[in-house]
């Protein structure tokens, strides 16, 4: 794990808020169905120019309905941009609806099984997640790590929303939001992903 620089809380929310808010269709869900990369790419601008006009206020009042934990797990801690191995951080257990089994471990751990799966189509690789991994892949991996407002959100293992919590192995970060999209970015061969990294406020970041 490496930090490059801090960050502000705010613009991790605007991060989450931007990313998320691509998902969201006319009725309210969140549901990203097969799309061209062009029509992603304009999903993603108009976004983004949301999320830019954006105060801090009107961020929180975005993320904390549905997430108030994470809102203040957010607000509760110090934020880096930086750089993480696949073997090094873990995704949310059951992340996509995907087997128990296949969270347990790192995130390389999971893109193996995800990857094995997508190549066999097997019954067991869970529809939410097939669907997700499977449409990045096709259309928008490429920008996932090169725009900031795609970067993947994590925290230091154990801490912030507990994403991994009641899994027998810890990981020196669990991510937070961007399980997917840190999948697909593995499955696709990725070995060190960029992310924003929180970290308790009363703990101090180590290099």
């Known amino acids: 794990m490496k930090?490059?620089?801090?960050?502000?809380?705010?613009?991790?929310k605007r991060t989450f808020v931007i990313a998320n808010d691509i998902r969201i269709q006319k009725n309210g869900r969140r549901f990203l169905g097969r799309?061209?990369?062009?029509?992603?790419?304009?999903?993603?601008?108009?976004?983004?120019?949301?999320?830019?006009?954006?105060?801090?206020?009107q961020l929180d009042a975005r993320v904390s309905p549905d997430w108030p934990r994470r809102l203040h797990a957010y607000n509760e801690s110090d934020w880096y941009l930086g750089e993480v191995t696949v073997n090094e951080i873990g995704t949310w257990k059951k992340a996509g609806d995907l087997p128990l089994s296949w969270t347990n471990g790192s995130l390389k751990d999971t893109a193996d099984k995800v990857r094995s799966a997508i190549e066999k189509?097997?019954?067991?690789?869970?529809?939410r997640a097939r669907r997700a991994v499977k449409n990045m892949?096709?259309?928008?991996?490429g920008l996932l790590q090169k725009e900031k407002y795609?970067?993947?959100?994590?925290?230091?293992?154990?801490?912030?929303?507990?994403?991994?919590?009641?899994?027998?192995?810890?990981?020196?970060?669990?991510?937070?939001?961007g399980c997917m999209r840190s999948i697909a970015l593995a499955v696709h061969g990725v070995k060190t992903i960029r992310a924003y990294i929180g970290f308790p406020k009363e703990t101090r970041a180590v290099h």
């Open 137 to 141: 892949l096709a259309t928008n991996v």
């Open 3 to 12: 930090l490059l620089r801090k960050v502000s809380a705010r613009e991790v």
């Open 121 to 127: 189509d097997s019954g067991r690789f869970a529809k």
């Open 35 to 57: 799309i061209t990369e062009e029509e992603f790419r304009k999903k993603f601008s108009r976004s983004k120019q949301k999320g830019l006009r954006m105060t801090t206020k």
């Open 150 to 177: 795609l970067l993947p959100i994590i925290f230091k293992g154990g801490t912030g929303t507990r994403g991994r919590k009641g899994l027998k192995r810890q990981m020196k970060g669990d991510i937070d939001d």
